[in-house]
């Protein structure tokens, strides 16, 4: 398949060389930043351009890998080339593409990207929504050729999906930088505390992370939780974070013991 690429961050990146690798070529890459559209169309041997007016027309699909805010309005200036259009956001829904495109789809991949880490690629959830049956069926196939776990979900599924994955990724590595914070102020390294993410991480790779909490809230340990709050008398916002989720752990977990 022909395809290009509307933007050059990390999704696109990945994206475009798990295509390329796949046997799929990369027609042209766009990008606000030529530069940055040069150095991605560099590795995938595909032009670079900074004009959507510029697009070659011998491409099959357009896949849009750009801000959230800047989906739609980009769907808006490519309708006009009459091809299949799919977005990789996991936030934005089919519906608003339709005021503009009949081809449009979406090819989400549910995975952190970082430019300068790989990864394999065929463990990465791809998920797949299109406004036929004929169009998911083409986003399935193309999935496939790059992915092992490939699924077919609605948009209002996807959103549920993004909101939990921003608990799951984003907000669990922000409590990663509060503890190296921690750890930094006391004269220690974040090494420290890497073999305990990991062992997390392992531990939930088969089963609920329900099922797998310790600590001290699910202990209802008050002479433990009383002390980290007395350390943290100093930084009240994370005395307020800390109060938040131990009370959550405590309601959870005594909602199904039955003890309400």
Avoid: W
């Amino acid at each position: 398949m022909r395809i290009t690429i509307v933007g050059s961050g990390n999704v696109a990146t990945h994206i475009s060389a798990a295509l390329k690798n796949a046997g799929h070529r990369i027609v042209q890459v766009y990008s606000r930043n030529l530069h940055n559209a040069a150095l991605l169309a560099y590795h995938v041997g595909a032009e670079a351009t900074d004009d959507l007016n510029a697009l070659t027309i011998n491409t099959d699909l357009f896949i849009i890998s750009v801000k959230d805010d800047a989906v739609v309005p980009t769907i808006a200036q490519l309708a006009k080339y009459g091809k299949l259009i799919a977005h990789t956001s996991g936030a934005v829904e089919l519906l608003p593409m339709l005021q503009f495109t009949q081809q449009a789809g979406v090819f989400y991949p549910l995975q952190t990207f970082s430019k300068t880490k790989e990864l394999n690629f065929r463990e990465v959830p791809m998920c797949i929504e299109g406004v036929s049956e004929a169009i998911t069926k083409t986003l399935e196939d193309l999935a496939r050729d790059i992915s092992n776990k490939v699924y077919r979900i609605s948009s209002q599924q996807r959103k549920v999906l993004h909101l939990a994955a921003v608990f799951a990724c984003n907000f669990t590595n922000h409590l990663y930088g509060v503890g190296e914070g921690l750890l930094k102020d006391s004269g220690m390294s974040f090494d420290m505390l890497r073999p305990l993410i990991a062992e997390t991480a392992d531990k939930i790779k088969e089963r609920s992370p329900f099922k797998v909490q310790t600590g001290p809230a699910v202990r209802n340990d008050e002479t433990t939780m009383a002390a980290h709050l007395q350390l943290l008398e100093q930084q009240p916002h994370l005395q307020d974070v800390y109060k938040m989720l131990s009370q959550d752990i405590i309601k959870n977990h005594n909602e199904v013991n039955g003890d309400r």
